[in-house]
């Protein structure tokens, strides 16, 4: 496996690159171009600028996370040939600056949500909360005012008010959409990009949905192993692949993880892993915990021993993290500060040496 960290950019990311460079084995980031509008081309010198930043910080760049696909490829509009033409473009100049895999997601509308970005455990630190009861109680609207509120400068992806704008709009047109509907809606991109992808070797790596669950009325489809499973048969290419995601994949109770990651990695296609862990409160409801097993609900030595079985060779990142050590939102977008996300690297990697050294 290879340690990754996820940066958001410079202006986009209070953490620098020579911070990210000093935590134990990191090798590179996973960066986006936050500015550019899903179904806009993204700007080639925009693209060598970021590589040259990131190279220079003696950092490499092999993961874009994520380049978004445009509400008309969801929704499955006539407009979506054009806005799945200017995906291609995008792809092919992402690979001038060699960048090997890109993780997108098929969340309709919004990215994940949660109900607190910063909920206080006792420990002195706050990480983020899912309650069901809240989210249903609560309006798209509302919630995106609470985010505005609560991440101060920084937006959160997929909740831009500037998107909010529209939101009713976007959010019917979702309305009777059936399962089979969106599936054929994804097999159009898949189809479309997939033979791009295998010809520059990049490989696409779809982000669960997370919350695993609907919210506000929206389909979630690739919440399930079952799910996934259909979601890689639409376009069989092992450019067609998955980001692992065990926070995301983990929020729904009883998922097991570690036979995902043997049955799917086993086949090649899980090509880049968001490991973090979380704790269950009751049957919906969890907080992002620290990342080790004992504070979690999830089995951290068991995700690492599947990754290893499988002979993983992927980029790995840890994934969100609590706030501490007086982290406020000036240092970090919500779960994406630098402290429990590096301790998070550390643990993982030590986990990772152990199983190797105990196999010999
Ligand atoms: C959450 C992240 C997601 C992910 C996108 C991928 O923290 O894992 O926002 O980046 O869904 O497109």
Redesign the pocket.
Known sequence: MKMTF?WFGTGQDPISLPYIRQIPGMTGVVTSLLTIPAGEVWPLDAITAMKDEVTAAGLEVEVI??V?IHEDIKLGLPSRDEKIANYITTMERLKTIGIKCI???F?PVL??ARSHLYYNLPDGSNTMKYEADFIKGVTVEALAERYAKDADTYEM??WEPERMKTIRTTLEAYDGMTPDTFYANMKYFLDAIIPHAEKLDIKMAV?PD?PPQPIFGLPKLIISHENIRRYLDLHPSSHNGL?L?TG?LGAKRGADIPAMIREFGGEGRIHFA?VRNLRFENETDFYESAHLSSLGSLDMFDVMKAFHDIGYKGWVRP??GRMIWDETIKKGRP??GLYDRALGATYLQGLWEAISRMKG
């Open positions: 996820r996370e994520s978004n993780c997108y997601n969340m990215d994940w992806p997929g982000h997370d980001t995601c995301s968001h994934d969100h779960g994406y």
